[in-house]
């Protein structure tokens, strides 16, 4: 087993702590690539919960479908972040969806117990992990506060506040986001539709409190974004 200066994650403790089987000598034989296609699906609810994955390239969407059939979306994940976590807290059967959303969207899954050796030996690690299951499960409880109890425009904002806290870089009193969101994808997030995300978006612009491009939304002053 590797020590820990084998060991490869990004530094900073958020969500999106990664190990990535790949840069752990000896492991990287056993953990090939997976490609999928776009909206080709990596796990269904029921499928056993044994894996975790790593996103090496593209982007992959985490939900569910209501029993009236409607789809309720937890989260859009890209290069870098980690999914199936719930395996590591006993999940035995998957309670959502993985699917991949782009055209080569490649990850790399790690078996449970592989996963939970290396957790074993490597307790910054463990930690990070732990991190991440909180972290997410709480952004989760948040969500569907706010689906219930606030209104689309709000919970467009919020999102662009969770966005900018998550991975915002801060220029003096602007904060840059590399944003991997689609106006539709920002409407799947929060519950909205496509064309209230634009309205709400065209309306902060023309307030000249955020600018936006395809590859990213810069944010004036986070206190005037309300």
Known sequence: MADSSELWFFENVDLFNVLCPHKVKGME????MTHFKKNQFIYFPEDAS????????????????LEDG????????????????LAL??????????QALDASTTVCPMTLEDM?????????????????????LRKTERRLE?????????RIIEFLKDEADEKGK????????KSHFTHKDIAALTGTSRQTVTTVLNELRDKNIINFDRRQILIRDLELLA
């Open 70 to 85: 409607k789809e309720s979306v937890k989260a859009i994940l890209t290069k870098g972040e980690i999914f199936g976590e």
């Open 116 to 136: 939970q050796n290396l957790m074993a030996n490597n307790k910054p690690l463990s930690f990070k992990m732990l991190k991440l299951i909180g972290l997410r």
């Open 170 to 177: 801060k220029v003096g009193f602007e904060t840059m986001i």
């Open 29 to 32: 034989d056993d953990h090939p």
């Open 50 to 65: 044994n894996t975790i994955y790593m996103i090496a390239d593209g982007r992959v969407k985490i939900g569910s479908y």
């Open 146 to 154: 706010s689906l219930v109890f606030k209104d689309a425009r709000t």
């Open 89 to 98: 807290t006993g999940e035995e059967k998957r309670q959502d969806y993985a």
